[in-house]
């Protein structure tokens, strides 16, 4: 089996995937605080992905990279972004570099594209266009991955993820919504694909009138196994009964509403 590093390790989404991705690889997870329920071949190591001694240690050796990892929330201030979401990018890649990692596969977000309105939404055609500074600092991400990809011939694979919750809680989220076989299905293609350079694709899963047609990924081979539809939360919102806080008029819904702050340094 190869080597997979995964930061963010214990997180949501990380627990999620794992159980796809062990049977393909052995995992090696790295978070702030420690993942549970290990399999065999799985190794959690605590650290940091803003310390780079930390970076570069737990990137030795390894095949690939699923970089999950972030500083993100609702309201988040610009320098609370700084550390976590650019500056580990590209500690990062530049690991790649330095010991030879040929694959990594970036979680971005469908906030890039956030600020467009549903109505009449260009899909997979759409500009970017930030909800946040979260949302901001994966613009930066994928860019940083087409910076390495065409400098140093890292095959690399952003994935925009709609909604990754175990079940579909609302209405703007039956059109963007994931399951973690499915979002693990498109980490694998942008381990193993040989078509990847610098490729950006849409985590979701079989969704009624969906946000993307994720048509990159379709060429890649990706074909979705679960629906949003079968995955309906018991609590489910329908679109008109959906606060204006949480944004159903948007791609990007709750983040829209919230206010930008820019703080400065301490």
Known sequence: MKTLLVTGAAGGVATRVRPWLREHYNMRLLDLREATDLAANETAIVGSITDREVVRRVAQGV????????????????????????????????????????????????HVLGQHRVDGFAGDHAS???????????????????????????????????????RVSDARRQHIWVSGRDLAQLVRIGLESEDIKSDIVYGVSRCPAPFFDNARAVALGYVPQDSALDNLAPDFVARDAMPASAGPDFVGGPYVPQPLIVKSPL
């Open 63 to 110: 095949d690939g990279i699923l970089h999950l990892a972030c500083a993100y929330s609702l309201d988040i201030d610009f320098e609370a972004t700084l550390d976590a979401n650019y500056r580990a990018q590209l500690y990062l890649l530049d690991a790649c570099v330095e010991y030879g990692v040929r694959r990594f596969v970036f979680a971005s977000s469908h």
């Open 128 to 166: 970017v266009a930030p909800d946040g500074f979260y949302a901001l600092s994966k613009v930066f991400g994928e860019a940083a991955c087409a910076l390495y990809a065409h400098r140093h011939g890292i095959k690399a694979l952003s994935i925009r993820i709609g909604n990754a919750d175990d």
